[in-house]
């Protein structure tokens, strides 16, 4: 919006011109998310807590967290609001990418509304069934995949890099359209299922957003991505001003979260958020690179699923109780330990991720 106002500018100065930068405008979507997080976050617990809109922990998890039954959620509202915010405010209000990134946050982060809701109402862990949930995001993020390929203006815009080779490029046509739709949800899915601990979920998604804002800013930069032997995809840099605002609101929402956790994001967040990351991979055409960073939420995710199928299929456990992160629990790893190495553990996916870059 700031980016639209100054072109109406009859005169401008350098100063007035300095808000025009993506650079620029990317550093103050970041503090504007963190800022309003950590000024709001107080405010926003207290008024959760008159709303009685608090965790009902149920048996899902290790006897461990009854003690964390009562606490409140929905944290997820604050940082979607304020990511959202940033973006209109620093944002390019005419950049495709930008638009269609915030309506995948909005969308899913009114599905994981419903579902926290739900669950509040019913005071247990079910909220919305599976089927309803999975059918709700399966229609928004046929949306924004049909939206991408639809307004794709050459084939780069909907083809898929494999790593170590420079001149393998897959091209499946309409099939983007489903693959995509399978990556957000799986994604996320996939975060859902990790934010199990406080804040477990939070700083993996900051880490990978970071890494993908940087794809997103070469990716737009013809330069860079001549460097990289990326596609250069026009627009895609304008996504560095929301993944900016992504980060800072998620690590003014980690003051509150960390452990032990004041208020959690609830599925209002984890859901917005995990869609979100995979939308920009996708924008950015490397879903591949993405799923290397985010290995911590598909270990989570193929957890639940090993498990899932072996007590189907075997009548027996993989895990003492999946996600992994439950396993670790029971097999006496206290919670911070769990959550810090898988902090590390993401730390060292990303950098994998962003070394095959180059490695082509």
């Not at 620029?24 to 709001?40: C, E, H, K, N, S």
């Not at 967290?65 to 609001?81: A, S, V």
């Not at 069934?129 to 046929?142: D, E, H, L, P, R």
């Not at 460097?227 to 996504?239: A, K, N, R």
Request: proline content about 2%.
């Amino acid at each position: 919006m700031i980016d639209i106002l100054i072109n109406f500018l009859p005169e401008k100065s350098n100063f007035i011109n300095l808000f025009s930068y993506l650079t620029t405008r990317t550093i103050l979507a970041t503090l504007t998310g963190l800022m309003m997080v950590l000024f709001l976050g107080e405010t926003f617990i207290k008024r959760i807590r008159l709303l009685q809109f608090q965790q009902s922990i149920g048996d899902r998890g290790p006897d461990s967290h009854k003690i964390k039954d009562g606490t409140p959620t929905m944290g997820g509202l604050l940082i979607i609001g304020s990511v959202i915010l940033s973006g209109f405010l620093w944002g390019d209000l005419t950049n495709k990418y930008l638009l269609i990134s915030i309506f995948c946050l909005l969308t899913f982060a009114l599905i994981g509304f419903v579902d926290d809701y739900n669950k509040i109402k019913q005071k247990n862990q079910e909220g919305m069934s599976g089927i309803s949930k999975i059918f709700w995001q399966f229609i928004c993020a046929c949306i924004i995949s049909v939206v991408l390929y639809a307004t794709a203006e050459n084939k780069s815009e909907i083809s898929y890099i494999v790593p170590f080779f420079k001149e393998v490029v897959l091209d499946f046509g309409v099939w983007f359209i489903f693959i995509s739709i399978f990556i957000i949800i799986g994604s996320s899915n996939a975060v859902n299922l990790t934010d199990g601990l406080d804040g477990l979920a939070i700083l993996p998604v900051i880490i990978i957003t970071a890494a993908l804002g940087v794809i997103a800013w070469a990716s737009g930069n013809i330069i860079a991505a001549d460097y990289l032997y990326i596609p250069h995809i026009v627009g895609t840099g304008e996504l560095l001003v929301l993944c900016g605002a992504m980060i800072g609101a998620g690590i003014g929402f980690l003051w509150f979260n960390t452990y032990p956790a004041q208020i959690f994001m609830g599925d209002v967040g984890s859901l917005s958020m995990g869609a979100f990351i995979a939308l920009v991979a996708i924008i950015v055409r490397h879903e591949i690179v993405f799923a290397v960073m985010a290995m911590v939420f598909v270990m989570e995710a193929m957890s639940v699923i090993l498990q899932v199928t072996s007590f189907k299929l075997r009548k027996k456990r993989i895990f003492r109780m999946a996600p992994i992160h439950h396993h670790f629990e029971l097999m006496g790893w206290k919670e911070p330990k769990i959550i810090v190495r898988f902090w590390i553990l993401t730390f060292i996916f990303v950098l994998i991720g962003l070394s095959l870059l180059k490695i082509r």
